[in-house]
């Protein structure tokens, strides 16, 4: 029979395993492996691509009916959007064996307060994107907190983790 203190001891225990486990900042540090299941969650459902060794995420969103690509810029956990002073951005993909260009416009939000020059959320818009669910893609260049990533290569909806 175990005491109240025992199971007390095995409860904080099995606690801090599951506190220690998550992502943290150690994992960083530590080249931590991405392939051996660390990976996060789309907060839209969308795809989500990875900006250079777990120091930012970008989430993108397809809405066929549109033809529209919606970019929200996350953090390295994505968790919490980031806002970026980005007049726009561009994504090359290769459709049907031609590269198309999408040029990304920030977008203002009455709720958060985001106005362009300042938000997360950036929209594009081409009519293939209506027609094709499917792509390679290559972000040339975004720069995140002071950090330039270039050339980021990601499927369109496998992303990049």
Known sequence: MRTSGQILAFALAGAMAV?????SDHDEHAGHDHAKGH??????GGTLVELGEHQGNVEFLRDEAAGKLTAYILDAHAENFVRV??????????VAGK?????FKPVGNNVTGEKPGDTSQFEASADWVKTTATFD?????LTLK????SDVKF???KGSE
């Open 155 to 157: 499927n369109f909806p």
């Open 137 to 141: 893609a290559v972000l040339p260049q």
């Open 19 to 23: 506190v220690v486990s998550g992502c």
């Open 146 to 149: 002071g950090t330039t990533f």
């Open 99 to 103: 590269e198309e260009t999408l040029t």
């Open 85 to 94: 002073p980005l007049e726009s951005f561009v994504l090359k993909a290769t």
């Open 39 to 44: 990976a996060h969650t789309a907060p839209h």
